[in-house]
Nanobody, 122 residues
């Protein structure tokens, strides 16, 4: 069983940056793909980004491509989502998730964190 905890959310002005962290414990994190999802107010949970178990493959939704960067450090059991050029539409609860393979569906991953709030507002 893998336990995931996100951190790093907060309030940021448009154009600003945040880095979300996902700390893993238990299980074999280094063998799992990690995905980031978000759920905005009144919206469905949506895929944001993902990274393969070895960090070689990354995937992004069109809405964040070029602004967000996903990374991981298996030695520290950590994954990260660097978010730049934030816009109000990025406001959401952000979740990290993990599974044997990259899963794009909003509820397909086996392991989920509790989420961290990101608010982009002036």
């Amino acid at each position: 069983q893998v336990h995931l905890v996100e951190s790093g959310g907060g309030l940021v002005h448009p154009g600003g940056s945040l880095r979300l962290s996902c700390a893993a414990s238990g299980g074999t994190f280094s063998r799992l793909a990690v995905s980031w999802f978000r759920q905005g107010p009144g919206k469905e949970r949506q895929f944001v980004a993902a990274i393969g178990w070895d960090g070689r493959s990354t995937f992004y939704s069109d809405s964040v491509k070029g602004r967000f960067t996903v990374s991981r450090d298996n030695a520290k059991n950590m994954a990260y989502l660097q978010m730049n050029s934030l816009i109000p539409e990025d406001t959401a609860v952000y979740y990290c998730a993990a599974d044997v393979h990259v899963r794009y569906g909003p509820y397909e991953n086996d392991y989920w964190g509790q989420g961290t709030q990101v608010t982009v507002s002036s």
